[in-house]
């Protein structure tokens, strides 16, 4: 069982950035995928970006590319979403999720791990 918390989450004004930070308590090596979601009230999950670790490519949603970046530490078992030019509608609750292996990154029933998330608000 891989536990994973969150961090970073905040307030900021619309065009600032925040990074988010997620940390594993096992490897992230291990963890072929390893991706962040959010959530929005009144709204599903939805996918924001995911990271293939072993062969280091990213996948992001298109209304956060060339904004944000996924990044990832196995030195310190630590992913992180770095997010730039935030806008109001990136407000939600930000989630890291991992998994082995990924039919569809954007699919959440795809992660079996998850975290319990960090909000994040743009005004």
């Known amino acids: 069982h891989v536990q994973l918390v969150e961090s970073g989450g905040g307030s900021v004004q619309a065009g600032g950035s925040l990074r988010l930070s997620c940390v594993a308590s096992?490897?992230?090596?291990?963890?072929?995928?390893m991706g962040w979601f959010r959530q929005a009230p009144g709204r599903g999950r939805e996918a924001v970006a995911t990271?293939?670790?072993?062969?280091?490519?990213?996948y992001y949603s298109d209304f956060v590319k060339g904004r944000f970046t996924i990044d990832e530490d196995t030195s310190t078992n630590k992913l992180y979403l770095l997010m730039t030019n935030l806008k109001p509608e990136d407000s939600a609750m930000y989630f890291c999720?991992?998994?082995?292996?990924?039919?569809?990154?954007?699919?959440?029933?795809?992660?079996?791990?998850w975290g319990q998330g960090t909000q994040v608000t743009v005004s």
């Open positions: 990271t293939y670790t072993h062969v280091n490519r990213q």
């Open positions: 999720a991992a998994s082995i292996s990924c039919e569809d990154w954007r699919d959440e029933n795809s992660y079996i791990y």
């Open positions: 096992t490897s992230i090596s291990s963890n072929h995928f």
